[in-house]
């Protein structure tokens, strides 16, 4: 169990007005705390109807739930106070729970809290933040993947064959005077060289969690005028950027988060590319640039007037990403060779719906599953990079000298062991629930 020796709540729901708040208890005071308020024995899973009540005045009536621990969300005694949605009334529980009490919670302590009483580990914990803020169905089924111990698993999976190729390696360093084969530790060799790639290749997928979690980045980049400002207004279906006939109308980055697929998206637009004196333009410009090479996919916009050799952005662009020939009721648009491309025209609506579904086909290509679940933070990134090194190094040891292969071994399997929490846990605990909600 948590070392916590206090009671902590939290209102679980969106703060506003609502028909109904949920305020969420936690810690050994639960049942003090709700028999004060009225709502004594109450039998557990069971929700109640209580008259709350505080100091001779009545709080509310509520539908109220108590949750035993160790079986609960925290490990701890719990229980929910299903309040009326009114201000009034939060604060009428809140200020009663205070007086008994009952402090309110800090960001992320229900989960840090369940973590600590063994009720999931750091991975998951993570899961239940990003199940939260999941806006697409595809962030939702990979919080809900991680939360179920999917990449959990694989962590797991990882650290038992480092801990088998380790066994081998220490069976012949400590007893090396039992009947032991020769040459022992070298038949880790080839556990280690198929972790190795287990590893390299969770290493180079490690992207598509983090499209997936924080959206898919799209830029849209080209000469002044091609069209870009009226194609990203076609994509978020809104006026969202100022279109005039004047080159170099757009004078910064204009982001618009948009769902296509069933994917999030953050759709760029950006300034035309050229040389300016324009000492804001250029500004303009040069955020243009760096979003472009910190794209996703970028989409090439051109317009019947440009000539592709001549274009600034042909210096961004790579056989992955596709042209958007603009303004094809104005006449053709003369295509780059070995890029693929599309024509439209923003104004007739032509070939808008083919680069829809071309966008759409591609978010599921790069961001679907693959054979290791999606790696959906950067400190997971980390620990991985860090298991690689070791177990490269180890398996560069393991002929010259098997004490020092075990050495790094361990030093991967620690490395593995931090995603979960399984060792090192007080120097992470805060990066990892600093960016929960109250409520969780």
Known sequence: MSSNADTIFALATPPGRGAIAIIRLSGPGVDAALAALGAGALTPRLASLRTLRHDGEMVDQALVLRFPGPNSYTGEDSAELHLHGGRAVIEAASRALIALDVRPAEPGEFTRRAFQNGRMDLAQAEAVADLIDAETGAQKNQALGQLDGALSAAYAGFRRELLKALSLVEAEIDFPDEDVPDNLARTAGPVLDKLSADLRAALADSDRGRRVREGYRIVLIGETNAGKSSLFNALVAREAAIVTPIAGTTRDVLDADIMIGGYAVTLSDTAGLRDSDDLVEAEGIRRARLRAEGADL???????????????????VGASDLQVLNKADLGAVTRAPDLEALTVSTTTGQGLAEL????????????????????????????????????????????LAPEMAGDDLRRAADALARVTGAIGVEDILGEVFSSFCIGK
């Open 298 to 316: 970028r989409l090439w916009v051109r317009s019947p007037s440009s000539e592709a050799v001549e274009d600034p952005a042909v210096a961004f």
């Open 356 to 399: 829809h579904d071309w966008i759409a086909a591609r978010l599921a290509r790069d961001l679907s599953g693959a054979d290791f679940p999606a790696v959906t933070r950067e400190r997971h990134r980390r620990r991985l990079a860090e298991a690689l090194v070791a177990v490269e190094a180890g398996r560069r040891a393991l002929d």
